[in-house]
């Protein structure tokens, strides 16, 4: 979907988007019975999905994170900070099995004029969803995949800076993203919102978790 504003001066913007041909003229088949055009029906689609998605109760959520900066026998990449992890209570309406079910997208921070990356989160290898029609891939750095599964609850993986910043703010403004992220991909499953391809069947999860090694299934308490 591309979306460009009418004018400078106008609050309005022309959305367009790409979709199957049957699936499109079958909608407006039905709609036109009611007298309503395609533009008129989508308009209001979007305002009704951003209400229900402001609705979402979202009682419950909670995330708390843990840093561990590297040990000194660890200098070998010097941009590398440490290991980050983040624990993940869902919202009361949300189930555990529906939780682990979904592929969240890591946040990058990388600036969208100059394209400078200032510092990097990086997934754990057991968290990163790489299959093919269910991964997701940053569109600013070639083969870097963002998307992630929790395992029990939890994800981890490290951080790495290429700038000034202090390790303090890169942590703080690491786990901000992160919750932020991660809040709104639920708020968008429990809107019904959340494409086919960012959920994980209940079989892929459990074939996953099967391929873990015992001592990594033991690191995430229940």
């Known amino acids: 979907m591309s979306r460009k504003a ?9 959305v367009s988007l ?10 407006e088949s039905a709609i036109a019975s009611a007298g309503v055009f395609t533009a008129e029906a989508i308009r209001h689609l979007i305002i009704r999905a951003k209400i229900e998605y402001d609705n979402i109760d979202m009682s419950g959520f909670h995330i708390t994170s843990n840093f561990t900066p590297k040990t000194a ?30 592929i969240f997208i890591l946040p990058e921070f990388i600036d969208d004029i100059s394209g400078v990356e200032s510092y990097r989160v990086d997934n754990a290898h057991f968290h990163r969803v790489a299959q093919n029609n269910k991964n997701v891939t940053s569109k600013k750095r070639s083969r870097a995949v963002l998307s992630f ?5 939890h ?21 901000a993203a992160m919750e932020v992220h991660i809040a709104a991909t639920i708020r968008c499953e429990l809107a019904g919102q959340l494409p086919e391809p960012r959920r994980l069947t209940l079989e892929e999860v459990a074939e996953r978790d099967a391929l873990l090694m015992p001592y990594l299934l033991a690191d995430y308490p229940s």
Not at 20 to 25: A, F, I, P, R, T
Not at 149 to 153: M, T, Y
Not at 155 to 175: A, H, M, R
């Open 155 to 175: 994800w981890s993986g490290s951080l790495f800076n290429y700038s000034d910043t202090s390790p303090e703010q890169i942590v703080q403004k690491v786990v």
């Open 6 to 14: 009418e004018n400078s001066s106008s609050s309005l913007s022309v």
């Open 149 to 153: 599964r929790l395992i029990k609850g």
């Open 18 to 27: 790409r979709m199957d041909k049957s699936e499109l003229h079958s909608y």
């Open 73 to 102: 026998s660890q200098s070998k990449f010097p941009e590398h900070l440490g290991h980050i992890s983040i624990t993940v209570s869902p919202p009361s309406m949300m189930s555990s099995a529906q939780l682990h079910q979904i």
